[in-house]
């Protein structure tokens, strides 16, 4: 568990564009050996949305939120090491965020958190073209594809991806989510039998676990 006073600290530091001493209680973390979800949950998706709340409160620039949102995806890869689980993995998925959509590091958690529950993850990064996600879905034949999605105004792109990805693999299941939907899923995107929408990493393990 991460204590409150530490999470202030680390916070705090993350605002201030403080890199050195975010790694520091990162790996000091790691070396306390602490469970990865908890550092996923508690620490970096938790971070993530106070600093989105203070960008859209006006509170700190669009730079400075950017410049978080950049040593978070840095810090991601201190985790690595101790991430990939060993042997076959069974299923694999495809993470993307959808077109026009240029904020990866939810998805890149997503695609991260696949493979701590022993999934083989692709993740293609920002603002992957339609054309080529499905060029390489036809690729790999994933068992699982997910698309994420932080600002509700690309809803209409996200809904192109998911009928185009419908067309040609009518039983892919797809999973999507993202702070695009942190006020719930709306009626235009009404989840079915082949798509469901991820409200939080407890709710994708589950998915995951158990489908």
Not at 145 to 174: C, F, N, Q, T, W
Request: proline share 3%; glycine share 8%; net charge negative.
């Amino acid at each position: 568990m991460i204590t409150d006073k530490l999470y202030r600290e680390y916070l705090d530091l993350l605002l201030k564009g403080d890199r050195s001493q975010c790694t520091r209680i990162v790996k000091t973390l790691l070396e306390q050996e602490i469970d990865i979800k908890d550092l996923y949950l508690e620490l970096f998706q938790t971070s993530l949305y106070d600093v989105g709340a203070l960008w859209e409160s006006n509170k700190i620039s669009v730079a400075r939120e950017h410049l978080a949102t950049a040593i978070t995806e840095g810090l991601l890869n201190l985790v690595y090491p101790d991430l990939f689980s060993e042997g076959d993995k069974a299923k694999t998925a495809v993470i993307s965020c959808t077109a026009n959509e240029y904020h990866q590091v939810g998805g890149k958690i997503v695609a991260d958190f696949c493979e701590l529950n022993g999934w083989n993850a692709h993740f293609l990064g920002a603002n992957t073209p339609f054309d080529q996600l499905l060029s390489f879905i036809d690729e790999i034949r994933p068992d699982l594809v997910g698309l994420s999605m932080s600002i509700h105004s690309h809803l209409p792109r996200l809904k192109e991806g998911i009928d185009a990805i419908r067309s040609e693999y009518p039983r892919l299941d797809l999973i999507v989510g993202g702070q695009g939907f942190r006020n719930g899923i709306s009626g235009e995107l009404a989840p079915d039998g082949n798509i469901a929408y991820v409200r939080d990493l407890d709710e994708l393990e589950r998915i995951l676990r158990y489908g």
